[in-house]
């Protein structure tokens, strides 16, 4: 299976802002924002997923609070240092926005208005992690590397569960698989060293299907599906 750039990492998303917008950064001239999105489950819950925005795919009034949005864009990481300590930050940068006009509780209701969805297309690059809940339950984490233009890298944590994250605990690093899940936030907290306990959000893309690339024709390729909705 040969995948563009373009191909390998897709996203679409659609949610509510629950914020102001905030100024990011600035490239050649280009100022780019960022603000958060709320993207219901079907739980109930919500997870609050990180944007970064072009000033050009947006005017000053339309990304206002409570705005039901529609962004398509990929899923990407960058490092950041802090305190001499390197950190994975996560964020969804959107490729194309589109403001909902139905604000209305048909809009709510639509399963579009639930849509969670993420493609990847990457390479595993760090031996997957397989654990049990005190529970019982199985996960497996596993560290995507999903390529980008000019010789560029995401690194994207992934969970599976179940089945699922027995069939990735076999994985091997160097792996190259497709993904399709959505994008979860998790909340927990990070404890200093002098004891301070900061509390964070963690970002992650829970498997919902998964497939080798480029195996022997004749294995079976494809993980079963083990869709399970976390609360």
């Known amino acids: 299976m040969e995948t563009s750039i373009l191909e390998n990492n897709s996203l679409v998303l659609v949610g509510k802002i629950t914020d102001e917008k905030k100024f990011s950064h600035e490239i050649y001239g280009e100022k780019f924002y960022s603000f958060n999105l709320s993207v219901p489950r079907l739980s109930g819950n919500a997870d609050i997923i990180p944007i970064t925005i072009s000033e050009r795919l947006f005017k000053e009034e339309e990304l206002v609070v409570d705005k039901k949005v529609k962004v398509k864009g990929q899923f990407r990481s960058y490092n950041s240092y802090e305190k001499e300590k390197n950190r994975l930050?996560?964020?969804?940068?959107?490729?194309?926005i589109e403001f909902?006009?139905?604000?209305?509780?048909?809009?709510?209701?639509?399963?579009?208005?639930?849509?969670n969805e993420v493609v990847l297309v990457g390479y595993i690059c760090k031996a997957p992690i397989y654990r049990q809940t005190p529970f019982g339950r199985e996960i497996a984490d596993i560290l995507l590397a999903v390529n980008r233009a000019y010789?560029?890298?995401?690194?994207?944590?992934?969970?599976?569960?179940?089945?699922?994250?027995?069939?990735?605990?076999?994985?091997?690093?160097?792996?190259?698989?497709?993904?399709?899940?959505?994008?979860?936030?998790?909340?927990?907290?990070?404890?200093?060293?002098?004891?301070?306990?900061?509390?964070?959000?963690?970002?992650?893309v829970s498997i919902a299907s998964l497939e080798l690339v480029n195996q022997d024709e004749n294995q079976n390729n494809e993980m079963p599906e083990d869709n399970q909705e976390e609360a």
């Not at 909902?100 to 849509?115: P, T």
Request: net charge negative; aromatic share 8%.
């Open 89 to 96: 930050i996560l964020t969804v940068f959107a490729k194309d």
């Open 100 to 115: 909902l006009e139905n604000q209305e509780e048909e809009v709510i209701a639509s399963k579009e208005f639930l849509s």
């Open 151 to 204: 010789n560029k890298s995401d690194y994207i944590p992934c969970i599976a569960w179940g089945r699922n994250a027995r069939f990735c605990s076999k994985m091997e690093v160097g792996t190259e698989v497709r993904i399709i899940g959505r994008v979860q936030s998790r909340n927990y907290e990070k404890k200093h060293e002098d004891g301070t306990i900061e509390p964070r959000i963690a970002y992650e």
